[in-house]
């Protein structure tokens, strides 16, 4: 079945580790974005990307970084820059840029 | 203030039970999107509206564009319903960005 695969499900990191989460989706979706959950906020927009090779910054993109060599792969890096990366990410994509997101399951990273 | 303003934060009821859920928000919009997170963290996508209604089984979501409101209706709720519903509004401006709120935590009790 078609979907968005996130990995993985729980995350360790040590202090000054740079972390990479993967999404991949195999829906065709040319629009791939990353989100970050915390406990009573609604999700923020970390980067989106609309194109292979062409991404943007979302509303917080510091201590972050991403790729998009392939259509159906939108890897997130989480840096030691980030000063407090224990959150959710949630990883969704669509169709063109105005249609409705489909989700992948999250990933849930935590400091160690 | 938040763009994106949810009510109620949190909402127990008993199965059965006609529920709703309100968002409001402060910006022109050109799409309105109610989510459901489950437990797991999951998110799945109920609707997507620009104006009037739309039905989808036992769930209804409204938005009147002139009052900047919305409201996602459960009829004949289930323990199965429990989870967080999310309003998300697209910006006319914001391109393909989404404005989410905090969401509504809803409990059916049997």
């Known amino acids: 079945d078609g979907g968005i695969t996130q990995s993985p499900k729980y995350l360790f990191r040590k202090e000054g580790q740079n972390v990479t989460l993967s999404c991949e989706q195999n829906?065709?979706?040319?629009?791939m974005y990353w989100y970050r959950q915390d406990p009573g906020q609604g999700l923020r927009l970390i980067y989106y990307?609309?194109?292979?090779?062409?991404?943007q910054k979302g509303d917080i993109a510091e201590g972050y970084s991403v790729s998009r060599e392939k259509k159906e792969s939108f890897p997130l890096t989480v840096t030691s820059a980030q000063k407090n990366p224990t959150a959710f990410y949630l990883c969704?994509?669509?169709?063109?840029?105005?249609?409705?997101?489909?989700f992948g399951d999250g990933t849930r990273l935590s400091i160690l | 203030k938040n763009e994106v303003e949810q009510s109620p934060q949190n909402l127990t009821a008993q199965e059965g039970e006609f529920i709703t859920i309100n968002c409001s928000y402060s910006?022109?919009?050109?799409?309105l999107h109610w989510l459901q997170q489950h437990p797991g963290g999951g998110i799945v996508s109920l609707f997507m509206?620009?104006?009037g209604k739309k039905k989808h089984g036992r769930l209804i979501a409204t938005i009147n564009i002139q009052e900047k409101h919305s409201s996602l209706h459960i009829t004949a709720s289930h323990p199965r319903d429990s989870a967080v519903y999310i309003c998300?509004?697209?910006?006319?401006?914001?391109?393909?960005?989404?404005?989410f709120g905090e969401g509504t935590q809803l409990t059916v009790n049997p």
């Open positions: 910006v022109g919009i050109s799409a």
């Open positions: 509206l620009s104006s």
């Open positions: 998300a509004v697209r910006g006319e401006t914001s391109g393909s960005r989404l404005t």
């Open positions: 990307s609309q194109i292979v090779n062409d991404f």
């Open positions: 969704a994509s669509s169709i063109v840029t105005a249609q409705p997101q489909h």
């Open positions: 829906l065709n979706h040319d629009a």
